[in-house]
């Protein structure tokens, strides 16, 4: 994580689906607020599960999403959202992994980020969203 994005308490978090600003669960409207800090990608592969995404991380393919910075409270309502925590679905995987962010008017910087990764078992099947992007999806 980078030291000068973040305040005491604070660390970084991918989203890339229904958490996204205008998506069905947008993080904006959660509680407490998180500060957005730039739209981002990492790389991997983003499925379809009808109402929502999955992304797998790896690969040559980009993930287009959003970094923001939260604190416990807010991550422990994501985990409920995500349903890793304090049930675990088994759907979902808390990683941290290196994600590029892409602040307006600035040079990408490559930070850690929490993001909720797909398990790999439930990829099977799945369609591929070829554009990377969940809310350009058609």
Do not use: N
């Not at 978090?13 to 069905?24: H, I, K, M």
Request: aromatic content about 8%; charged content about 20%; proline content about 8%.
């Amino acid at each position: 994580m980078s030291p000068a994005l973040t305040l005491p308490g604070e660390q970084l978090v991918f989203v890339y689906g229904t958490l996204r600003a205008g998506g069905r669960h947008d993080i904006r409207r959660l509680t407490p607020a998180p500060r957005f800090l730039g739209r981002a990608r990492v790389h991997g592969c983003l499925f379809d599960l009808g109402a929502y995404p999955g992304l797998r991380l790896g690969g040559a393919h980009w993930v287009q999403g959003e970094v923001y910075a939260i604190t416990p409270p807010l991550e422990a309502e994501l985990d409920h959202i995500e349903e890793v925590w304090p049930q675990c679905s088994g759907e979902y995987l808390k990683q941290v992994a290196r994600v590029t962010l892409l602040p307006e008017g600035a040079s990408p910087l490559v930070v850690s980020c929490l993001l909720y990764e797909l398990h790999p078992a439930r990829t099977e099947g799945l369609a591929l969203i070829a554009s990377g992007d969940w809310m350009a999806r058609s």
